[in-house]
C-alpha cells in the first residue's frame, strides 16, 4: 500500500564492466584494450591496412556468457566465448613459433 513498484533493475555488474547503464545499452562492457596492427581483408593480398584492433568483454545483461570481441569496428571481427579465446591463445602461440 502506497509503495512504488520497484524500478528495473540492471543485474549487478562483473567486475570487468564500466557501462554507466544509464543509456539504451543492453550489454555490460569492459574498457577497450586497442592493438595497432597492420591487416588485411580476407583473400586481398593487396589491400594491407593500418588499423587499431580493440579488445573488449561484453554480456547481455540477461545473459549469463560473456564474449571477447577482437575487432576494428568495421572491416575485421571476431566475437568468441572467453572459452574459446582462451583456448585460442595456446594456438595462436604454436602458430607463431612456427611462423618465426
Ligand atoms: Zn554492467
Redesign the pocket.
Known sequence: MGEEAPAEQ?PL?PKW?V?H?DDESDE?QSLGRELAAHARPLNQANDAYETSLVFTIHRNLTDTTAWIYIGDGCRQGLDISVESAVGAIDILEAVLREAQ
Do not use: Q
Request: charged share 0%; hydrophobic share 15%; proline share 0%.
Open positions: 540492471i555488474c564492466c557501462s547503464h555490460h
